[in-house]
């Protein structure tokens, strides 16, 4: 492996993660992040638990995907419109549902993806776990299963309420995450207008007009998603991701103090991304990186590879030192084992922090060593010790 290639491409990577101090003040957090590998490059408390207004909406339409994926719920069903999801506050984002109303799922989906209708996401939580509070506890789960340390849900739209929070790292996470597995939700928030036919029993004009929350983004430079929030006390949050070529990027905002100031800081992130970094291949999958000795083995040392390539996210032009590589193999390998298995990890860090990562595999299968090879092994370890301990004696 070529070390000091390596070290140059991911010192390269984290000194290329800072920007102008001077953004940072804008909002209350900010994330850059690459969407294939987890990477982060821009950073401003996004670790900080803050309220997410809407943003809290992106758990409940990724657990409605999950429900249509695993069939308990389809895109078709009808949803009968309960007292609890038309009775919100006054002001709220909401498409007016009148109780006893019918819309269908993607109906539903459309709307809180939209223009973030908090009724139309209660009828949602309803419909796939029963009540409100039971969905609640779903996304919470959820949020523990994903690695989202820094969330706490109270309720399934993101009204302000005291411990409700999220972290711009978590948003990330979740954007993510749900991205990667639902990849149909882009259809639904990509979206600048629809119209949406209503009963006239409860819409007079017969239909309804949703107007994205985040219009004046859609489209710049590709952004084809996800989330927008906003309460007095959370400030304009948003969740973006756009793709230019083999490259997809999520920008978190959280506390931008209008829609202004939330749309240029989304554009400076992602313009940082697009224009200033590239992907770089560290190591090849398949490249053997070393080989190393497995008990019982017939071969008493076998090669191992990368599963996959293991890509950085550089900085353009840049070049530095100061990383650190670790190989972690798994204690306890013992013959037979299968070309694939995984046997442990190459991972690179700054700091303490983990950078990147991809799996160490055999490279091929790894037969027993028969009885008499075991022996002679056996044997020899033992003369060797024996004739280290004689040597010993006269030194």
């Avoid at 070529?2 to 800072?18: P, Q, V």
């Avoid at 029993?201 to 996800?226: A, M, P, Q």
């Avoid at 020899?380 to 280290?388: A, Y």
């Amino acid at each position: 492996m070529k070390k000091i290639f390596a070290a140059a491409l991911i010192a390269a990577l984290l000194l290329g993660s800072t920007v102008p101090a001077a953004a940072e003040s804008d909002t209350k957090a900010a994330l850059l992040m690459d969407y294939e590998t987890g990477q982060i490059l821009y950073a401003h408390n996004i670790d900080q638990v803050l309220p997410p207004a809407s943003i809290t909406k992106l758990m409940t339409l990724h657990l409605v995907f999950e429900a249509i994926a695993e069939g308990r719920i389809s895109l078709t069903d009808e949803v009968k419109v309960s007292a609890h999801a038309s009775d919100l506050p006054k002001g709220s984002s909401v498409i007016f549902l009148g109780i006893g109303e019918v819309l269908t799922v993607k109906e539903l989906l459309t709307a809180v993806a939209i223009i973030s209708a908090n009724d139309a996401g209660i009828a949602l939580a309803e419909h796939v776990a029963g009540s409100e509070s039971a969905f609640v506890k779903m996304m919470n789960e959820k949020a523990r299963e994903l690695g989202m340390t820094g969330t706490t849900f109270l309720n399934s739209h993101g009204l302000h309420a005291e411990g409700h929070n999220m972290s711009a790292r978590d948003i990330a996470i979740l954007s993510r995450a749900t991205i990667e597995k639902y990849p149909e939700i882009l259809n639904y928030s990509s979206q600048k207008f629809t119209r949406m036919k209503r009963d006239p029993r409860y819409v007079k004009e017969g239909y309804f007009d949703l107007t994205s929350t985040f219009r004046s983004l859609i489209g710049w430079r590709n952004i084809d998603g996800l989330k927008t929030g906003w309460t007095p006390e959370a400030g304009r949050c948003i969740t973006v991701t756009a793709a230019e070529g083999e490259r997809r990027y999520i920008a978190v905002v959280m506390g931008a103090k209008n829609e202004q100031e939330r749309d240029q800081k989304v554009k400076e992130l992602l313009a940082l991304g697009f224009d200033q970094y590239q992907p770089l291949v560290a190591v090849k999958a398949d490249e053997v990186l070393q080989r190393i000795a497995i008990a019982r083995a017939k071969n008493q040392e076998v090669p191992v590879a990368a599963a996959k390539d293991l890509i950085l996210i550089v900085k353009k032009g840049s070049s530095a030192e100061d990383f650190q590589e670790t190989v972690t193999i798994k204690p306890g390998l013992t013959a037979p084992l299968a070309k694939g298995d995984i046997v442990g990890t190459l991972s690179y860090r700054k700091d303490g922090e983990e950078i990147s990562a991809v799996d160490l595999v055999l490279t091929e299968d790894v037969a027993e060593a028969g009885f008499f090879t075991l022996a002679l092994r056996y044997l020899s370890q033992v003369f060797t010790d024996l004739g280290k301990w004689i040597m010993g004696l006269f030194s």
